[in-house]
């Protein structure tokens, strides 16, 4: 007997962590409803995942909340750089990389930032914002069965605190409940990659003194190198609240229980120097790192997000950027297809692009942890130095999916990053003005296709008018230039045409998530039908 069916919703969100609470905000700015449910009674108390890339700001700049992370980040604005030291108190100090954006030569690829924001900080944020956009967050709820058919997801829903359940029917089912995912195990999607790596304690702490030793070295991370006592010390508020990294085998049969209050605090003495530092342990938690992704991101209208997708080294924090940056391309494809102007094949598309981001984005996060000697890994042979970290941030490409004329040969992740607006790649950022308002060309895209053209592209802007109303698809068009006519003017010396790679009469198409679905280089023989057959094939309509 099928149980009854209480609640109905668009989409169902398993998960409510870093990758869940974006889905959340992403779908919600699209007005897609939804309900997110969370094991968990309240979001992250412990300070991890700390790392947010320019790729990940420039999505929470589209969503609006870049400022308000900005603010909850701000105790560790002035923190740049990775140590390493045998101590802090001793000569030999090595900085692995001293900033981030040295001359602030990042800025012409982007309007937003790196921005260093915890976990525990992050996701009230993300919770806030979701809500004020009507989400629907049920925290201490877990989900006990899901079963799909051709027409949707029936889900058994339990409270944690009251046991009682619910039957809820959605459209899909986007599973961010981690690594051990009991939705991809469910599925029966299997993984590939090399596995566990190496496993830490992360052991919060409260020491007055220590600021003091640290002194004016505002690191983000610190890597201590003593034999007796290794690990990796982080800032929280960098002054009395402190993270220690400390190795952590299992695999040689050592319990978490051995990691008692006096061993922590002996071995952060220990490790940083000050054999009389006065230390409280204030939490433990384990964690492992992994190189892991899953075979498939899917099945049918389940999708898998985050780390139930994949797992990778935190060195970098590449997993959860790479997992949020899931989120986005997932959440416009859902979008899509719910509000009628993209076919269901186009979230086929959604691990066709993300899964090999993802593998080549976890070896970059293995090669990291043995750049950076990370406590506790035992380099893997082979692993060597990592290059490319912009690359990796905002270069990674699209050969195959929803684009039209990617390069398929080429690599996903290029080893140095080029903004070349080339089809399968995230659209260059370039300053524009909009009736004497600066804003990025990043900023047109979020709902809707996006069509460009220089002044001499209004063919082209005529005839994506009647193709999208031909087929009922939102298209946002603007003519870049310094003419009465035009909708956005560039800013002094910047040529638009050359930076997407077409010529003055040109025209470049982008995805509501900021990526070149297609492009001319020239004028078009037939504006209207190209661009109808270009929308059709990438919407799978």
């Known amino acids: 007997m099928n149980p009854k069916v209480e609640d109905r919703v668009p989409v169902l969100i398993v998960g409510g962590s870093l990758v869940g609470l974006s889905a959340s905000l992403f779908l919600g700015r699209l007005g897609v409803g939804h309900l997110l449910v969370e094991k968990h009674a309240d979001t992250s108390h412990h300070p991890r995942g700390r790392g947010n890339n320019i790729r990940t700001m420039e999505l929470y700049r589209g969503a609006g909340i870049e400022p308000a992370i900005r603010e909850a980040a ?28 040295p001359g602030g030569r990042l800025a012409r690829f982007s309007p937003s930032s790196w921005c260093l924001c915890s976990q525990n900080d992050l996701e009230p944020v993300l919770r806030r914002a979701a809500r004020e956009l009507d989400a629907e967050l049920r925290f201490g709820t877990e989900l006990v069965s899901f079963e799909q058919d051709a027409d949707g997801v029936t889900s058994v ?48 702490f409260r020491a007055k003194r220590l600021a003091e030793v640290v002194g004016d070295r505002h690191f983000i991370a610190c890597y201590l190198t003593n034999p007796e006592a290794d690990g990796a010390l982080l800032p929280v508020d960098n002054q009395e609240e402190w993270v220690f990294h400390a190795p952590w085998h299992p695999e040689q049969g050592e319990p978490l229980e051995a990691f008692t209050d006096e061993r922590c605090e002996r071995h952060i003495r220990t490790a940083v120097g000050l054999p009389e530092l006065d230390v409280e342990v204030t939490g433990r938690a384990p964690w492992h790192a992994a190189e892991r992704v899953a075979e498939r991101y899917g099945a049918g209208r389940v999708f898998l997000a985050g780390d139930s997708a ?47 981001v993802a593998e080549v984005t976890s070896e970059r996060a293995s090669a990291r942890s043995a750049e950076h000697s990370h406590p506790g890994y035992t380099v893997v042979p082979g692993v060597g130095r990592q290059t490319g970290v912009l690359a990796v941030a905002l270069g990674y490409r699209y050969p195959v999916g929803a684009v039209i004329g990617a390069d398929r040969t080429g690599p996903v992740v290029p080893e140095r990053f080029e903004s070349a607006g080339e089809p399968g790649s995230r659209a260059p950022h370039q300053w524009l003005l909009r009736a004497g308002v600066r804003l ?18 209004g063919a082209w802007q005529a005839g994506a008018r009647r193709a999208a109303d031909r087929l009922a698809v939102p ?26 790679g077409i010529g003055p009469e040109g025209a470049v198409l982008v995805r509501p998530d900021g990526f070149v679905a297609w492009r001319s280089p020239g004028p078009p023989q037939d504006a209207e039908a190209e661009l109808t057959t270009a929308l059709r094939t990438l919407l799978s309509l």
Not at 322 to 347: E, F, M, R, Y
Request: glycine share 12%; net charge negative; hydrophobic share 35%.
């Open 475 to 500: 298209l946002d068009g603007y003519r870049i230039g310094d003419g009465a006519e035009d909708d956005l003017a560039p800013e002094p010396g910047a040529d638009f045409a050359a930076l997407h």
């Open 74 to 101: 701000s105790v560790l604005a002035p923190n740049h750089g990775i140590l390493q030291a045998p101590s802090l108190t001793g000569a030999e100090q090595e900085w692995l990389f001293r900033d981030i954006d």
């Open 440 to 457: 990025s060309a990043l900023d047109l895209y979020e709902q809707a296709m996006v069509l460009l053209t220089g002044p001499e592209g």
């Open 157 to 204: 829903l339990r409270s944690r605190e009251s046991g009682e359940q619910r039957v809820v029917r959605s459209e899909f089912l986007i599973a961010a409940d981690g690594p051990r995912s009991p939705v991809r195990e469910h599925l029966g999607i299997g993984r590939s990659g090399r596995g566990e790596l190496f496993h830490n304690v992360s052991i919060t």
């Open 310 to 356: 994949h797992e990778m080294s935190p060195t970098g924090a590449f997993g959860s950027n790479t997992g949020i940056q899931d989120a986005h391309n997932l959440a416009w494809k859902i979008s899509a297809v719910l509000c009628g102007w993209a076919g269901p094949g186009l979230l086929e598309t959604y691990g066709q692009e993300r899964r090999p």
